[in-house]
């Protein structure tokens, strides 16, 4: 490849998550609604001059770098169908990692398109791929699907582009958990009694992460005293609150800042990401 590609990896939202059933194979069915953050991670795949290899940035972003565990290098090998000794994929990480954002999945999402654009191939995947990277990661087909707000179902193999209510707030305010949660230990401690509870606009997951850190219970209560309507995205502990306005939104952070929990600011992508293809640059003779 010449030159070099570079995409946006966004975060997500769960705006509603139901777990619906179990397959055989012991995945849960589940069908919500996802949305895209402006909060995202970048990702850059360009020439490396023999030094196959993935670098991760900054080195304490808890995402591993080494290549058998990072989604990210998954993704771009489920892209290329394997990868060339000329290539090197650089991540940016800013979504917080084991947070229910789907930072992950999102990078192997946007490494499966980047390997797919490096190797001439469409980079909108078809049915049979979206089952594929579900493989990798149930919200990994959400990403790569490319839709900024989808309903999504199965195992998150099927992902149908849809459009928000017009009175949905856009600012978001996350309310960061100082730890992080383990998506099989949340479904393993998820009661059948509690499959589909949650209701239309809500978290299955909620109870159960509840019950795996009590701490949440607290982040709950602040969220409520700051004056918003706290959500959970996807397994946890990340908490986020869906404001009308700027000022509304600032406003709630602030309340969290003050009583001392991470809230970050961000807001609802409308569009989804695209690659951008950056020139490889000339060298003057000499």
């Not at 012991?26 to 670098?55: I, K, Q, S, T």
């Not at 304490?60 to 000329?86: F, I, R």
């Amino acid at each position: 490849m010449e030159g070099e590609y570079r995409l946006a990896a966004p975060a997500k939202l769960n705006l509603s998550l139901r777990v619906v059933g179990r397959r055989p194979d012991g995945f849960h069915e589940l069908e919500g609604v996802m949305v895209l953050l402006e909060l995202a991670d970048e990702l850059r795949l360009a020439p490396a001059d023999g030094n196959l290899g993935l670098r991760v940035e900054p080195g304490g972003s808890g995402a591993p770098s080494d290549l058998g565990h990072n989604l990210a290098w998954k993704g771009l090998v489920a892209g290329l169908g394997e990868v060339s000794h000329d290539v090197s994929l650089a991540l940016t990480k800013r979504v917080p990692v084991a947070a229910g954002l789907g930072g992950g999945s999102s990078d192997a999402a946007a490494a499966w398109r980047l390997g797919r654009r490096a190797a001439g191939l469409p980079d909108r995947p078809s049915d049979d791929e979206l089952t594929d990277l579900a493989r990798i990661g149930a919200d990994v087909p959400f990403f790569a699907a490319q839709a900024a707000v989808a309903q999504v179902s199965g195992i998150g193999e099927r992902v149908a582009a849809m459009q928000l209510a017009p009175d949905t707030g856009h600012e978001v305010v996350l309310t960061l958990a100082p730890f992080g949660l383990s998506t099989a230990e949340v479904f393993a401690e998820l009661r059948e009694d509690e499959w589909g509870s949650a209701g239309l606009a809500a978290n299955d997951l909620l109870a159960p992460a509840r019950r795996v850190r009590p701490e949440i219970d607290e982040l709950v209560r602040l969220v409520l005293a700051a004056g918003a309507e706290p959500r959970l995205s996807g397994s946890g502990p990340t908490l986020f609150a869906l404001l009308p306005d700027a000022a509304r939104a600032d406003a709630v952070a602030g309340h969290l800042d003050r009583a001392g929990v991470s809230a970050l600011r961000t807001r609802l992508r409308t569009e989804p990401a695209s690659i951008e293809t950056v020139a490889a640059s000339r060298k003057e003779p000499t």
